[in-house]
């Protein structure tokens, strides 16, 4: 356990639906991050807090995407009207200031119906 | 573009013997290469990084070497055991940007 919570670990909705993930980071960690990962490829980075400020987000991030982190502790990443291709793994990490080590939750494995 | 690959999308290892987990990367202005292990149904574990400017770095039965010429990264992993069974990513960074960029990752299966 890396001390990075996410809830819920597994989430299977209809496409159309509209889901909400929720990470609580590292209490310190000042950094958070979203990833998505399918199955056989690495983690793709999706979107950057440091504290409540979101500072970069991928060409990934449709718009039908969107992360809050709103006090600069936990955050929530929001898929409107799901598609089969969001099924995948959403990943959290967290980390200190000019650190490389992310410490990563165990994701939130969203299967789209 | 920028990317970070492996050579290699599985190794079986047999129990005991070292383990050398290859990447080739094309980002030149990188800072950080990082590996990371993921066992199934986890998250991504960091194991170790080495900044641009080192060639070796040694970790707890592990040793990352970087080779800037040929843009070449390894993880060696000594004396194998079972629970090193997992997909091991390699992964990039520059400090000047705040994501890790990630390859595809290869599945080390340790056998008894």
């Known amino acids: 356990d890396t001390g990075v919570s996410q809830n819920p670990r597994h989430k299977i909705t209809k496409r159309g639906q509209n889901v909400t993930f929720r990470c609580d980071p590292i209490?310190?960690?000042?950094?958070l991050y979203w990833y998505r990962q399918t199955l056989g490829q690495g983690p793709e980075f999706l979107t950057y807090?440091?504290?409540?400020?979101?500072?970069?987000k991928s060409r990934l991030l449709s718009d039908r995407f969107s992360a809050e982190r709103p006090k600069g502790s936990f955050s929530t990443l929001e898929i409107q009207r799901t598609e089969q291709g969001d099924s995948a793994m959403y990943l959290c990490?967290?980390?200190?200031?000019?650190?490389?080590?992310?410490?990563f939750g165990q994701g939130t494995r969203l299967t789209v119906v | 573009g920028e990317s970070v690959g492996l050579h290699l999308p599985t190794l079986s290892v047999q129990e005991g013997d070292n383990s050398i987990i290859n990447c080739a990367y094309s980002?030149?202005?990188?800072?950080?290469f990082i590996w990371y292990k993921q066992e199934s149904g986890k998250g991504p574990q960091f194991i170790i990084d080495?900044?641009?400017?080192?060639d070796k770095r040694q970790g707890q039965r592990v040793t990352v070497l970087l080779n800037k010429t040929v843009k070449h990264l390894s993880l060696q992993i000594a004396a194998t055991q079972p629970g090193d069974s997992a997909v091991y990513f390699c992964?990039?960074?520059?400090?000047?940007?705040?994501?890790?960029?990630f390859g595809a990752g290869t599945t080390v299966t340790v056998r008894a």
């Open positions: 990490a967290s980390g200190r200031q000019a650190n490389t080590e992310a410490f």
């Open positions: 209490s310190e960690h000042n950094r």
């Open positions: 807090f440091q504290n409540e400020a979101q500072l970069e």
């Open positions: 980002n030149s202005a990188s800072d950080y």
């Open positions: 080495i900044r641009s400017n080192m």
């Open positions: 992964a990039e960074n520059k400090e000047s940007d705040y994501k890790l960029s």
